[in-house]
């Protein structure tokens, strides 16, 4: 053979080994025979793999998308379903050409910021806590002179209502400060029927365990409403239907103490009345679903039940007739009319 036919065959055999030796994810060719760049790994090469699937992708070609990217992805020795690009991309593929998508994803959503009128309750329940502790240090302290009687309760209050700006900074979850409110509410009145109950029969003065008792359910009932607020994120209707549990419970409560004649023991009535109300309020608020309006609708119509009840009593049985039967009809008012704002409420 001549040296010209020598030094072509050998061009020829090193021509084919090199391609022999070119990595196999090299030799990828496009619809358009277009080449990918030979370096695998490199900003090019990623660049160009990407837009070969999405090109395919493109073209409806999920099938040859899908085995690109999976072959790929086995190269590499990622997993399918990690959150790179070229994951992510076969997922679509793969969902093209199921003819559907895997899953449906809903974006995520904020949590409901706090309407104006919890503000309002957040700060009122924190101010309203600080003024009654400080009356609270005022009755231990004896301090009844003109000129250091207002300055403990008016720091209270100011506490309480700094308290409250520094809470409501933050994007106060919806529902926090009506389930702070009913925790204060019910846990005051709590208090008021425990003390009524110690210092019933006896002069005011002569219990002064009384105001820390009062004081001592408003602060455990604060306390829970804050915990079950943060915990549980309950909604702004399931704390003022609570509230309103609390508050025709305790005036039930009272309404029957009077009809029974029971005045020595009328504390014992009253916390009784707030304890079931209150019960049965939390356990049927997420089966009945309340909004604040029925709440007030709720309220609404108890109040206005209760005085028609109490006028139709006072009509129908006589002033020497014994009160059961007229705090009877009363109930029977508030608890009707109670019903019917809260129906009414929901359309």
């Given at each position: 053979?001549?040296?010209?036919?020598?030094?072509?065959?050998?061009?020829?055999?090193?021509?084919?080994?090199?391609?022999?030796?070119?990595?196999?994810?090299?030799?990828?060719?496009?619809?358009?025979?277009?080449?990918?760049?030979?370096?695998?790994?490199?900003?090019?090469?990623?660049?160009?793999?990407?837009?070969?699937?999405?090109?395919?992708?493109?073209?409806?070609?999920?099938s040859?998308?899908?085995?690109?990217?999976?072959?790929?992805?086995?190269?590499?020795?990622?997993?399918?379903?990690?959150?790179?690009?070229?994951?992510?991309?076969?997922?679509?593929a793969?969902?093209?050409?199921?003819?559907?998508p895997?899953?449906?994803?809903?974006?995520?959503?904020?949590?409901?910021?706090?309407?104006?009128?919890?503000?309002?309750?957040?700060?009122?329940?924190?101010?309203?806590?600080?003024?009654?502790?400080?009356?609270?240090?005022?009755?231990?302290?004896?301090l009844?002179?003109?000129?250091?009687?207002?300055?403990?309760?008016?720091?209270?209050?100011?506490?309480?209502?700094?308290?409250?700006?520094?809470?409501?900074?933050?994007?106060?979850r919806?529902g926090l400060?009506?389930?702070?409110?009913?925790?204060?509410?019910?846990?005051?009145?709590?208090g008021?029927?425990?003390?009524?109950?110690?210092?019933?029969?006896?002069?005011?003065?002569?219990?002064?365990?009384?105001?820390?008792?009062?004081?001592?359910?408003?602060?455990?009932?604060?306390?829970?409403?804050?915990?079950?607020?943060?915990?549980?994120?309950?909604e702004p209707g399931?704390?003022?239907?609570?509230?309103?549990g609390?508050?025709?419970?305790?005036?039930?409560?009272?309404?029957?103490?009077i009809?029974?004649?029971?005045?020595?023991?009328?504390?014992?009535?009253?916390?009784?009345?707030?304890?079931?109300?209150?019960?049965?309020?939390?356990?049927?608020?997420?089966?009945?679903?309340?909004?604040?309006a029925?709440t007030?609708?709720?309220?609404?119509?108890?109040?206005?039940?209760?005085?028609?009840?109490?006028g139709?009593?006072?009509?129908?049985?006589?002033?020497?007739?014994?009160?059961?039967?007229?705090?009877?009809?009363?109930?029977?008012?508030?608890?009707?009319?109670?019903?019917?704002?809260?129906?009414?409420?929901?359309?």
């Amino acid at each position: 053979m001549s040296p010209v036919g020598r030094r072509a065959v050998g061009a020829v055999l090193a021509a084919a080994l090199a391609a022999k030796a070119r990595p196999a994810h090299a030799q990828i060719r496009t619809s358009a025979a277009e080449g990918l760049p030979a370096p695998p790994g490199d900003a090019a090469w990623e660049r160009a793999l990407l837009d070969q699937v999405t090109a395919l992708l493109g073209r409806a070609q999920a099938s040859s998308a899908r085995a690109l990217a999976e072959g790929e992805l086995r190269r590499r020795g990622e997993s399918p379903d990690g959150y790179s690009t070229l994951a992510v991309l076969l997922r679509v593929a793969r969902s093209l050409e199921a003819g559907a998508p895997e899953t449906r994803l809903r974006p995520p959503t904020l949590p409901q910021r706090r309407s104006g009128f919890e503000a309002v309750t957040l700060y009122g329940s924190t101010i309203a806590y600080g003024a009654a502790a400080g009356l609270w240090i005022d009755a231990l302290a004896s301090l009844d002179r003109p000129l250091t009687a207002p300055w403990l309760p008016a720091l209270g209050a100011s506490a309480g209502a700094v308290t409250a700006w520094a809470i409501d900074r933050r994007p106060v979850r919806a529902g926090l400060g009506a389930t702070v409110n009913a925790g204060l509410v019910t846990g005051t009145l709590i208090g008021v029927g425990l003390a009524t109950e110690l210092s019933s029969g006896r002069p005011w003065r002569e219990v002064p365990m009384a105001s820390s008792v009062m004081l001592g359910g408003a602060t455990l009932g604060l306390g829970l409403g804050v915990a079950l607020g943060l915990s549980l994120h309950p909604e702004p209707g399931a704390g003022a239907f609570v509230v309103s549990g609390s508050v025709w419970g305790t005036t039930l409560g009272l309404v029957t103490g009077i009809a029974t004649q029971s005045d020595r023991h009328i504390g014992i009535f009253a916390l009784s009345g707030t304890v079931l109300g209150a019960t049965a309020a939390m356990i049927t608020a997420g089966a009945v679903a309340p909004t604040p309006a029925q709440t007030r609708w709720l309220d609404l119509g108890a109040l206005g039940g209760g005085l028609l009840g109490l006028g139709l009593g006072m009509l129908l049985f006589e002033s020497s007739a014994p009160p059961a039967a007229r705090m009877a009809v009363t109930e029977l008012g508030m608890i009707g009319g109670g019903v019917a704002g809260f129906m009414f409420g929901r359309q």
